[in-house]
Nanobody
Framework: VQLQAFGGGLVQTGNSLRLSCAAS????????MGWFRQAPGKEREFVAA????????MYSGPVEGRFTISRDNSKSTVFLQMNDLKPEDTAVYYC??????????????????WGQGTLVTVSS
């Protein structure tokens, strides 16, 4: 199983970015998926998660209302649309896959596979 995250970059406060995470080597359509981020000197934190069907999702408090997670099972890809970005959103963003499960999952230890991360930098 491989997860490849991309779409990060340098943006100004208030702008938007869309992250993508493409999966290969497994049955993506049955995997709950999540996005996490890790800022310098901080622990990895939960950002958003989505169920295998896309019918259920969850967001952390700091991003709720600004970020949207979605998935396209036909393309084995999960997305994170990030709007109204703030300097505190600066971090390396990781996608993660859970081998199986119902619903969404918010702990790093819940997940079985991780992408390599993509850097998002928001300038003030």
């Amino acid at each position: 199983v491989q997860l490849q995250a991309f779409g990060g970059g340098l943006v100004q406060t208030g702008n938007s970015l869309r992250l993508s995470c493409a999966a290969s080597g497994g049955h993506f359509s049955v995997w709950p998926m999540g996005w996490f981020r890790q800022a310098p000197g901080k622990e990895r934190e939960f950002v958003a998660a989505i169920s295998w069907s896309g019918g259920s999702d969850m967001y952390s408090g700091p991003v709720e209302g600004r970020f949207t997670i979605s998935r396209d099972n036909s393309k084995s890809t999960v997305f994170l649309q990030m709007n109204d970005l703030k300097p505190e959103d600066t971090a390396v963003y990781y996608c993660a896959a859970k081998w199986y499960g119902s619903g969404w999952f918010a702990k790093p230890s819940d997940y079985d596979y991780w992408g390599q991360g993509t850097l998002v930098t928001v300038s003030s």
